[in-house]
Protein backbone atom coordinates (compact mmCIF):
# COMPACT_ATOMS: atom_id res chain seq x y z
CA UNK A 1 0.00 0.00 0.00
CA UNK A 2 2.76 2.41 0.94
CA UNK A 3 5.55 2.05 -1.73
CA UNK A 4 5.29 3.49 -5.45
CA UNK A 5 6.01 0.31 -7.59
CA UNK A 6 4.52 -3.14 -7.13
CA UNK A 7 6.59 -5.34 -4.63
CA UNK A 8 8.05 -8.20 -6.06
CA UNK A 9 7.62 -12.11 -4.56
CA UNK A 10 11.64 -11.40 -3.98
CA UNK A 11 11.62 -8.16 -2.17
CA UNK A 12 8.78 -9.54 -0.20
CA UNK A 13 10.62 -12.26 0.74
CA UNK A 14 13.56 -10.55 1.74
CA UNK A 15 11.42 -8.39 4.11
CA UNK A 16 9.61 -10.88 5.56
CA UNK A 17 12.50 -13.36 6.10
CA UNK A 18 10.67 -16.26 4.21
CA UNK A 19 11.57 -17.83 0.98
CA UNK A 20 10.18 -16.77 -2.02
CA UNK A 21 8.17 -20.06 -2.77
CA UNK A 22 6.71 -19.35 0.62
CA UNK A 23 6.03 -15.71 -0.31
CA UNK A 24 3.97 -16.59 -3.73
CA UNK A 25 1.83 -19.47 -2.32
CA UNK A 26 1.07 -16.67 0.57
CA UNK A 27 0.19 -14.16 -2.02
CA UNK A 28 -1.78 -16.41 -4.38
CA UNK A 29 -4.04 -17.21 -1.09
CA UNK A 30 -4.44 -13.89 -0.01
CA UNK A 31 -5.69 -12.93 -3.97
CA UNK A 32 -8.49 -15.82 -3.64
CA UNK A 33 -9.46 -14.36 -0.14
CA UNK A 34 -9.85 -10.71 -1.53
CA UNK A 35 -11.55 -12.22 -4.44
CA UNK A 36 -14.11 -14.20 -2.26
CA UNK A 37 -13.40 -17.59 -2.59
CA UNK A 38 -11.56 -18.62 0.81
CA UNK A 39 -12.14 -17.48 4.54
CA UNK A 40 -9.33 -16.63 6.07
CA UNK A 41 -10.01 -13.74 8.55
CA UNK A 42 -10.19 -14.73 12.52
CA UNK A 43 -13.89 -13.91 12.69
CA UNK A 44 -14.24 -16.20 9.86
CA UNK A 45 -12.53 -19.01 11.18
CA UNK A 46 -14.46 -19.10 14.32
CA UNK A 47 -17.76 -19.22 11.83
CA UNK A 48 -16.12 -21.73 9.66
CA UNK A 49 -15.17 -23.70 12.61
CA UNK A 50 -18.49 -23.50 14.13
CA UNK A 51 -20.58 -24.41 11.46
CA UNK A 52 -17.99 -27.59 10.68
CA UNK A 53 -18.79 -29.13 14.04
CA UNK A 54 -21.90 -28.77 13.72
CA UNK A 55 -22.88 -29.84 10.08
CA UNK A 56 -23.75 -33.73 10.65
CA UNK A 57 -21.37 -34.87 7.30
CA UNK A 58 -17.88 -33.23 8.80
CA UNK A 59 -17.44 -31.65 5.35
CA UNK A 60 -17.03 -28.03 4.71
CA UNK A 61 -17.91 -25.68 2.21
CA UNK A 62 -14.59 -24.29 0.98
CA UNK A 63 -15.45 -20.98 1.82
CA UNK A 64 -17.12 -19.96 -0.56
CA UNK A 65 -19.53 -17.70 1.29
CA UNK A 66 -17.11 -15.02 1.48
CA UNK A 67 -18.05 -12.09 -0.40
CA UNK A 68 -14.96 -10.26 -2.70
CA UNK A 69 -13.34 -7.32 -0.47
CA UNK A 70 -13.76 -3.46 -1.49
CA UNK A 71 -10.29 -4.23 -3.22
CA UNK A 72 -8.21 -6.96 -4.99
CA UNK A 73 -4.13 -8.06 -4.95
CA UNK A 74 -3.16 -7.89 -8.37
CA UNK A 75 -0.14 -9.21 -10.38
CA UNK A 76 1.02 -6.23 -12.57
CA UNK A 77 4.31 -5.35 -14.15
CA UNK A 78 6.39 -7.58 -12.74
CA UNK A 79 5.03 -7.55 -9.29
CA UNK A 80 2.06 -7.28 -6.84
CA UNK A 81 -0.08 -4.36 -5.67
CA UNK A 82 -3.57 -3.43 -3.83
CA UNK A 83 -5.76 -1.70 -5.89
CA UNK A 84 -9.64 -0.86 -5.26
CA UNK A 85 -12.23 -3.28 -7.24
CA UNK A 86 -13.05 -1.62 -10.38
CA UNK A 87 -17.05 -1.77 -9.40
CA UNK A 88 -16.17 0.76 -6.67
CA UNK A 89 -14.24 3.48 -8.48
CA UNK A 90 -16.98 5.68 -8.63
CA UNK A 91 -17.64 5.58 -4.54
CA UNK A 92 -13.35 6.04 -4.25
CA UNK A 93 -13.57 8.21 -6.48
CA UNK A 94 -16.30 10.33 -4.84
CA UNK A 95 -13.83 10.25 -1.61
CA UNK A 96 -11.01 10.92 -3.35
CA UNK A 97 -12.73 14.23 -5.05
CA UNK A 98 -13.89 15.44 -1.76
CA UNK A 99 -10.06 14.80 0.14
CA UNK A 100 -9.15 17.55 -2.75
CA UNK A 101 -11.62 20.34 -0.77
CA UNK A 102 -10.17 19.10 2.74
CA UNK A 103 -8.44 21.95 4.62
CA UNK A 104 -5.06 21.54 4.47
CA UNK A 105 -2.68 20.76 7.63
CA UNK A 106 -0.53 23.24 9.08
CA UNK A 107 2.17 21.78 8.34
CA UNK A 108 1.03 21.55 4.57
CA UNK A 109 0.17 25.60 5.19
CA UNK A 110 3.48 25.96 6.14
CA UNK A 111 5.18 24.08 3.11
CA UNK A 112 3.43 26.21 0.63
CA UNK A 113 4.54 29.56 2.55
CA UNK A 114 7.57 28.97 2.35
CA UNK A 115 7.34 27.73 -1.74
CA UNK A 116 5.48 30.44 -2.72
CA UNK A 117 7.68 33.12 -0.64
CA UNK A 118 11.37 31.28 -2.31
CA UNK A 119 9.82 29.83 -5.27
CA UNK A 120 11.60 27.97 -7.61
CA UNK A 121 12.51 26.04 -4.19
CA UNK A 122 13.72 22.31 -3.90
CA UNK A 123 12.21 19.74 -1.36
CA UNK A 124 15.47 19.50 0.26
CA UNK A 125 15.40 23.60 0.89
CA UNK A 126 12.34 23.72 2.29
CA UNK A 127 13.26 21.00 4.32
CA UNK A 128 15.95 22.89 5.73
CA UNK A 129 14.13 26.11 6.03
CA UNK A 130 11.61 23.65 7.97
CA UNK A 131 13.49 21.83 9.64
CA UNK A 132 11.15 18.35 8.80
CA UNK A 133 10.84 16.49 6.12
CA UNK A 134 8.96 17.62 3.67
CA UNK A 135 7.96 14.55 0.88
CA UNK A 136 5.05 13.63 2.11
CA UNK A 137 3.57 17.43 2.31
CA UNK A 138 5.08 18.11 -1.06
CA UNK A 139 3.23 15.14 -2.74
CA UNK A 140 -0.07 16.35 -1.20
CA UNK A 141 0.23 19.89 -2.44
CA UNK A 142 1.36 18.44 -5.96
CA UNK A 143 -1.51 16.68 -5.71
CA UNK A 144 -4.10 19.12 -4.87
CA UNK A 145 -2.52 21.31 -7.58
CA UNK A 146 -1.30 23.82 -5.46
CA UNK A 147 2.49 23.66 -6.82
CA UNK A 148 4.42 22.05 -9.71
CA UNK A 149 7.58 21.04 -10.91
CA UNK A 150 9.32 23.95 -12.01
CA UNK A 151 12.52 22.10 -13.57
CA UNK A 152 15.40 21.40 -12.29
CA UNK A 153 18.78 22.99 -10.16
CA UNK A 154 21.38 23.37 -12.80
CA UNK A 155 23.96 22.38 -9.85
CA UNK A 156 22.42 19.94 -7.53
CA UNK A 157 19.92 18.61 -10.45
CA UNK A 158 16.86 18.85 -7.70
CA UNK A 159 13.47 19.23 -8.43
CA UNK A 160 12.55 22.80 -8.04
CA UNK A 161 8.89 23.57 -6.93
CA UNK A 162 6.73 26.69 -8.03
CA UNK A 163 2.96 27.34 -6.96
CA UNK A 164 0.58 27.03 -9.83
CA UNK A 165 -2.10 29.47 -10.95
CA UNK A 166 -4.51 27.62 -9.65
CA UNK A 167 -2.74 28.54 -6.22
CA UNK A 168 -3.03 32.24 -7.31
CA UNK A 169 -7.16 31.24 -7.92
CA UNK A 170 -7.51 30.47 -4.73
CA UNK A 171 -5.72 33.34 -2.99
CA UNK A 172 -7.16 35.86 -5.31
CA UNK A 173 -4.40 37.33 -6.28
CA UNK A 174 -2.68 38.09 -10.16
CA UNK A 175 0.63 37.34 -9.19
CA UNK A 176 3.48 36.35 -6.46
CA UNK A 177 4.03 39.78 -6.07
CA UNK A 178 0.69 40.03 -4.79
CA UNK A 179 1.74 37.98 -1.74
CA UNK A 180 1.77 40.05 1.55
CA UNK A 181 4.78 41.48 2.43
CA UNK A 182 7.06 39.23 5.60
CA UNK A 183 9.22 42.26 6.85
CA UNK A 184 6.52 43.55 9.12
CA UNK A 185 6.23 40.03 10.42
CA UNK A 186 9.59 39.89 10.68
CA UNK A 187 11.29 42.02 14.28
CA UNK A 188 14.71 43.23 14.15
CA UNK A 189 15.24 42.18 10.52
CA UNK A 190 15.22 45.35 8.86
CA UNK A 191 18.44 44.88 7.28
CA UNK A 192 17.72 41.04 6.07
CA UNK A 193 17.43 41.78 2.26
CA UNK A 194 20.84 43.66 1.98
CA UNK A 195 22.51 40.58 4.18
CA UNK A 196 20.99 37.84 1.41
CA UNK A 197 22.78 40.86 -1.44
CA UNK A 198 25.50 40.86 0.58
CA UNK A 199 25.92 37.01 0.48
CA UNK A 200 25.86 36.30 -2.45
CA UNK A 201 27.89 39.02 -3.98
Known amino acids: MVIDEPATAAALAAGLN ?5 VETLLAELQREYNGYTVNAPDADV ?9 TNGG ?31 IVGGFVLEGQT ?3 TQAA ?4 AVIAYRQPVSRARVSAI ?4 VDSVVRTLTQRGLIEDSGTD ?16 RMGIGSVA ?14 IEEYYDAGRM
Request: hydrophobic share 35%; charged share 20%.
Open 178 to 191: ELPQLSPHLPGLEG
Open 109 to 112: LETL
Open 102 to 104: ARL
Open 47 to 55: ASQSRNNSS
Open 18 to 22: LTVDV
Open 60 to 90: NNGGNNAAPRGFELRNIAGGWRIYSRAEFAE
Open 154 to 169: PESGAILYRTTSYFLE
Open 130 to 133: RGVN
